[in-house]
């Protein structure tokens, strides 16, 4: 009986965090990405890449905490750790991002 | 068996060096008397300058130096300095970051130093530089 209901739990843990996935977008600076219906996104975290062979972690405060569904994300054009990169122009993003379906 | 496991290994290994996410740290100024700086693990640093401290800026190669021990300190033998060469040396290797009487800079800049590497000053102010500017990013994953 106690391990019917440990795998009960299992289980429940499982389809609550099935719910979840996480995945990766690139866009351009000032390009925007729109949430898809009955989902909502929320960026774990957010690269810069201005062609070089390296990476900038950016701030998640340049993003919203949550994207609603149909809401479209804007990437900044300009943010401050550009200044970190040898090559400004045509610089994108590398978002990781947490989609969650709504229920 | 084995050689499928190393194959696995080393592609594991590759694509976590190949990630190349770096986050900023701080900016620091390093003065031509400070002691010599070693970059810490899981940092790396981006010299973005490199300061002058002669009168004149440029210099030209030919017969306008002296063998000097400048980087002794760091264990580097007598070398075959120019007038103002704006010297620094990175993991033993004297660089200059003068500008040659022709136009150009002997060594151009940014300059990536990965971790734990060693960057040694002099304090001529006929021949090193006065100090450099870096960038230090933590390396994440």
Known sequence: ?103 | MRNLLLVIILSTVLINWAQGNLQFNQAKIISNTDPPQTVPAGKVWKIESVFSDASADTYAVDGSGATQAFFSACGIPSFYFHYYGRYLAINSIPLSFGIHSAGHQMTNLPIWVPAGSTICTCTSASYCARGYSVIEFNIIP
């Open chain 1, 1 to 103: 009986m106690k391990q019917f209901i440990l795998s009960l739990i299992l289980l429940g843990c499982g389809a609550y965090h099935a719910q979840d996935t996480s995945f990766v977008k690139s866009a351009y600076g000032g390009s925007s990405l729109t949430v898809p219906e009955g989902v909502s996104w929320e960026i774990e975290k957010a690269f810069i890449n201005g062609g070089d062979g390296y990476n900038i972690l950016v701030s998640n405060t340049n993003f919203k905490p949550v994207y609603a569904s149909g809401e479209k994300l804007q990437t900044p054009y300009y943010m401050a750790e550009m200044e970190l990169l040898d090559k400004k122009d045509g610089v994108y993003y590398i978002l990781y991002i947490r989609q969650q379906i709504n229920k």
